[in-house]
């Protein structure tokens, strides 16, 4: 893919999640990460090499911009998340070359990337800098929304990408 490609797509997304990360009321934006996980999926798939890290970049600085009080974490979190998406497709081999995707391999790879970054950033806002208060009940349902945000984010990117998308990639 042409490097203008890659770059507009990767602000394109990273713009998406910018605005959905801090333009959208408080309660809300949590749930609307499956929107974040759908737009990474999609960037692995057209960007192919590191394409959701790309997005979890720009989307990261950008809300870093846009709530600053917690910048880096935002940033670093962002930025891990796209690396977690890039990894996870290349352990479960997903490769959009093929003529379909394999939306099983899709599904496995983003719930695990999203029920662990779900973890980490619970556990560092908890144990490390306790802004949160320990509850075990939120964690479980933290750790339970990712991992129904990532199974429905991956299903919906390999739906798309099958149905609409791989056609324009080429």
Do not use: C, H
Not at 29 to 37: G, R
């Amino acid at each position: 893919m042409q490097k203008a490609k890659r770059l507009f797509i990767a602000a394109l997304f990273g713009s998406i999640i910018f605005v959905t990360k801090v333009f959208v009321p408080s309660p809300i934006d949590k749930l609307l990460i499956v929107v974040q996980a759908v737009l990474l999926a999609l960037a692995a798939l057209f960007i192919k090499k590191a394409g959701a890290t790309y997005v979890g970049v720009v989307g990261g600085v950008l809300t870093a911009l846009g709530r600053p009080a917690l910048g880096p974490f935002t940033f670093f979190f962002a930025f891990l998340y796209g690396v977690f998406v890039d990894v996870f497709f290349l352990l479960f081999k997903v490769n959009p070359t093929t003529d379909v995707v394999n939306r099983n391999r899709i599904m496995i790879a983003m719930t695990f990337s999203t029920a662990i970054i779900g973890f980490l950033s619970y556990y560092t806002t908890t144990i490390l800098i306790e802004i949160l208060p320990i509850d075990p009940m939120l964690a479980a349902l933290i750790l339970f929304m990712g991992t129904v945000s990532g199974a429905v984010a991956g299903y919906a990117a390999s739906y798309l990408w099958n149905k609409y998308l791989k056609s324009i990639s080429t």
